[in-house]
């Protein structure tokens, strides 16, 4: 894929998922700093030793019918197991695809989290909305992942007779809440 799709995304910590990629991006550089593995692919072309770069995790897209799917990742106090009673597949590095989702795609990390909480934006001059960088916000704080999509992961066809409007919808999170398009 070139040129390199990018996916971000952030997490509240701490989280079983932020714990998770926290092994990965200890090795990497801060966002700062560039990267010499993210060459488009015709400079990539003269090197010998390139090899398809591997996954850290899979970003599974949900369709607006599997809210209670997506709670069942949220709350490790009420499911500490969540894969458990979940049909899934694996990908070439053994991570779970969900079976029934939208989608999924499979992605590596390219430079280590940057909290939030240190961002200093400025408010829109003219009737924005201010940042709340979560200080102050009862100690939340979360971190912003970037990852690029190394492979679009196949998924087996869906099952027939399937509601196709809530199977088509993507699940979204937006203002504490579940919601689609």
Excluded: W
């Excluded at 829109?124 to 992942?145: I, P, Q």
């Amino acid at each position: 894929m070139d040129p390199h799709p990018l996916v971000a995304f952030a997490l509240r910590i701490p989280s079983r998922m932020a714990s998770t990629l926290t092994s990965f991006s200890s090795d990497l550089p801060e966002m700062s700093k560039p990267r010499s593995d993210l060459l488009p692919a015709h400079q990539h072309r003269n090197r010998r030793e390139h090899k398809p770069p591997r996954a850290h995790m899979v970003v599974n897209l949900l369709s607006s019918s599997q809210a209670e799917l997506a709670h069942k990742f949220s709350r490790p106090d009420l499911f500490p197991h969540p894969f458990s009673s979940l049909p899934y597949t694996m990908t070439a590095e053994g991570l779970p695809v969900l079976q029934g989702s939208l989608g999924a795609i499979s992605c590596r990390l390219v430079a280590q989290p940057l909290k939030l909480s240190e961002l200093k934006v400025e408010a829109h001059e003219e009737g924005g909305d201010e940042f709340d960088s979560g200080e102050g916000a009862g100690g939340v704080v979360s971190e912003l992942y970037i990852a690029q999509v190394v492979r679009v992961e196949r998924l087996p066809l869906d099952e027939a007779g399937k509601d196709e409007e809530s199977t088509s919808s993507p699940l979204l999170y937006y203002k504490r809440k579940y919601t689609s398009c």
